[in-house]
């Protein structure tokens, strides 16, 4: 089964499919995530993210599909799968009654690190982290995101090669959240592959050389963010001016259409790159022409145009983005 | 580098062993509820029973006879009343998100219940211990050799190593912690049911041929009978019996429900 796998796909997946029930959650999904790369599965709530995790991380049996995760088949190697991964679920999976010492303690046992190897690790981690001040504490005690950190640290115990991360940042604050980028960022720089979920666009944009879109149990699009962000027309610029002849003499000199003009707020909305050189080129020509600009801003097209453009609707997510 | 069963229930039971130690009062509250019930039968209706039991013994002094008859029916309440603790730590495992990371890790898949089979075995043992000083103290005075002893522990420790399979069961089946901690109330009533407290022959009827063919009543026989000396006869046989059939039946049931996606993760 490795054979028709290159060696550069930490995750390859072909028409996976899942049902609960009559609910069809999964329609025929198809992934390649290369090695050393960050993954985002971008799709608001219910469109079949974590169905994929679990499905990916050998808690879930699919109901068909080829899938490999580090070259092996997900439900007949799932035991040479375990051994390469590393899941942080939704679901908080540290043990609240004991501290965060014993929990990393406990992950270094079943990873068979030793005594002294697992005391240097579970340190090592601590610090990492930022949890060596409250160590001794239960897990109980933890905030959210201490929470989520230690998560993660207990994740990292056996140096995973794929890691699996399921809405990272949902319910963080804005301080937790960058240090989780971080930490993404860090991981990947030092090769180790990531597939996380997000309902944030922007999430995905900053942090994922790869973007699935998920809607409804289908990948709608995939590709580079810069891949993704080309599908649909590129960004523009929209101007301001003071005056109605100001406007009518821009309009005349830059030739738009009646489409593009905003006569009650006196501005006009152009197709336009954004890049230095579209820019100079439009204000040389306004400067021919004498009209003053009160006020210019650029807009390029970002994630969730794209999300729009595929699916005709606004991202369904009630959470407010970050 | 992946681990055997062995070591990986080991891990998994010194969990279990330092929650244990961190929350010693459960120990005592597993105690707890047989001691009453002895105090309660012995000095409350243990005259009158005593008097009703058949045999010589009863002649010389009802009370006494009594503590004598009931004791190893408390020590089954014992064995049986840790079940609720098993079910409900097993369900707080489950609820926790815990388990989805154990079973996304290269480690031996029967070895996180074993180890609450394991903690759970030494838990009863030692509340079992406890029941056993406080009925010698009220007078229970049993006549047996060292033998004798070492087969009453070993036929205890095989029946609470059944009763903790049946509960991790219990506890993996259970949709939330509340259900994990009613459902096995239902083994704390089968004793009352067996020849534990009256013999199974003075009952009406139906409950009577119940009493004589559940597996509480072969296993305090057979208790009894080590203790105490009375006859045994093929009781032995078919508590040790009952005991590997449940033993085997919890096993597989739970192992199966392990495997099932736990009901947390199938949201989403």
Known sequence: MTTQTPKTSAIKVRGLRKSFGKRLVLDGIDLDVPEGTVFALLGPNGAGKTTAIHILTTLLAPDAGEILVGGHDVVRRADAVRRLIGLTGQVSAVDAQFTGEENLRLMADLHHLGRDGGRARVTELLERFDLIDDAGKPAATYSGGMRRRLDLAMTLMGDPRIIFLDEPTTGLDPRSRRVMWDTIRDLAAGGTTILLTTQYLEEADRLANGIAMLDGGRVVAQGTPGELKRLVPGGNVRLEFGDAAGLERAALALGADLASRDDASLALELPNEGGVHALRELFQRLDTAGVEVEALSVRSADLDDVFLSLTGRRDGQEVPTP | ?268
């Not at chain 2, 992946?2 to 130690?21: C, E």
């Open chain 2, 1 to 268: 580098m992946n681990g055997t069963v062995l070591s990986d229930s080991l891990i998994m039971l010194r969990r279990s062993l330092r929650r244990m130690r961190r929350y010693p009062s459960l120990t005592f509250f597993i105690a707890g509820i047989p001691v009453v019930l002895m105090l309660l039968f012995v000095y409350v209706f243990g005259s009158t029973l005593g008097a009703g039991l058949p045999g010589p013994s009863a002649v010389e002094g009802g009370l006494d006879a009594y503590i004598a008859y009931v004791v190893p029916g408390i020590l089954l309440i014992t064995v049986a009343g840790a079940a609720q603790g098993t079910a409900i730590s097993v369900a707080m495992d489950m609820t926790a998100g815990i388990i989805a990371r154990f079973r996304t890790m290269a480690i031996a898949r029967a070895s996180v219940l074993t180890g609450h089979v394991l903690g759970a075995l030494i838990q009863t043992m030692l509340a079992t211990l406890l029941v056993l000083v406080i009925a010698v103290v009220i007078g229970f005075r049993p006549s047996t050799g060292p033998v004798e002893w070492l087969a009453a522990a070993g036929l205890l420790a095989l029946t609470a190593v059944a009763i903790s399979w049946l509960s991790v069961g219990l506890g993996l089946h259970a949709e939330s912690v509340e259900t994990a901690s009613n459902t096995p109330m239902f083994l704390l009533l089968l004793p009352f049911l067996s020849s534990g407290f009256v013999p199974a022959e003075s009952m009406a009827g139906p409950l009577a041929w119940f009493a004589e063919h559940q597996p509480f009543t072969p296993i305090i026989e057979t208790l009894r009978g080590l203790l105490m000396g009375t006859p045994i006869g093929d009781s032995g046989v078919i508590a040790v019996a009952w005991c590997v059939v449940l033993s085997v039946t919890g096993y597989v049931w739970s192992l199966r429900l392990y495997e099932r996606v736990p009901a947390t993760a199938a949201q989403a």
